[in-house]
């Protein structure tokens, strides 16, 4: 059964920093390219980040809204994904998903974790 | 930024009728269009993929059409379980964007 647990979410100050963890299990982690996908109250879903397996070099893909402040990361030898977030700003609270592609390649989601909460505020 | 459309923002049905979603891209994704439902306080779940792809254990009466900037989402004799707000997302381009959603309610 696959599985996708998020940690590491909270209350953080405006320019502030969190990273985020997401804990995969129930499927070959190393072979799919992972992605983070945050989520506003009422929103629209929208996408940050994916980054590739090692046969592709763990290149990486951002939405400009946070190119150059969010990374992400990967750590296949223990199946978990990261998102350092760095000078956070209110409009950054939000829901956040890790999400697996249906395929290994894909830019679409058959699994998405139960996501983790972010709230940016003084 | 490819831009989606979503229509209607809302919509109010009586179980065992069918209802369509519309969602417009603002350029040809090529059919590089997943269609998600989301219920209250869960994650999305996938139902379509490739435009009209069926994901393996969602409900035949689920389906997927369109080409080009147009899509739809159809879904017959509604269930009341289908109440949900449902998604387009495309794939042709990054960054992978989402509508708006419509929020499917039993009338």
């Known amino acids: 059964e696959v599985k996708l647990l998020e940690s590491g979410g909270g209350l953080v100050q405006p320019g502030g920093s969190l990273r985020l963890s997401c804990a995969a299990s129930?499927?070959?982690?190393?072979?799919?390219?992972m992605s983070w996908i945050r989520q506003s109250p009422g929103k629209a879903p929208e996408w940050l980040s994916f980054?590739?397996?090692?046969?592709?070099?763990?290149?990486?893909e951002y939405n400009p809204s946070v190119k150059g402040r969010f990374t992400i990361s990967r750590d296949d030898t223990q199946n978990v994904l990261y998102l350092q977030m760095n000078t956070l700003r209110a409009e950054d609270t939000a829901i956040y998903y890790c999400?697996?592609?249906?395929?290994?390649?894909?830019?679409?989601?058959?699994?998405w974790g139960q996501g983790v909460m972010v709230t940016v505020s003084s | 930024d490819i831009r989606m459309t979503q229509s209607p923002a809302s919509l109010s049905a009586s179980l065992g009728e069918t209802v369509n979603i519309e969602c417009l891209a603002s350029?040809?994704?090529?059919?590089?269009l997943a269609w998600y439902q989301q219920k209250p306080g869960k994650s999305p779940q996938l139902l379509i993929y490739?435009?009209?792809s069926l994901q393996n254990g969602v409900p035949s009466r689920f389906s997927g059409s369109g080409s080009g900037t147009q899509y739809s989402l159809k879904i017959n004799s509604l269930q009341s379980e289908d109440v949900a707000t449902y998604f387009c997302?495309?794939?042709?381009?990054?960054?992978?964007?989402f509508g708006s959603g419509t929020k499917l309610e039993i009338k």
């Open positions: 490739n435009a009209n």
């Open positions: 997302q495309q794939y042709n381009n990054y960054p992978l964007t």
């Open positions: 350029e040809d994704i090529y059919s590089d």
């Open positions: 999400a697996k592609p249906e395929r290994n390649w894909a830019d679409y989601f058959d699994y």
């Open positions: 980054i590739r397996n090692k046969a592709n070099s763990y290149t990486t």
């Open positions: 129930g499927f070959t982690f190393a072979d799919f390219y």
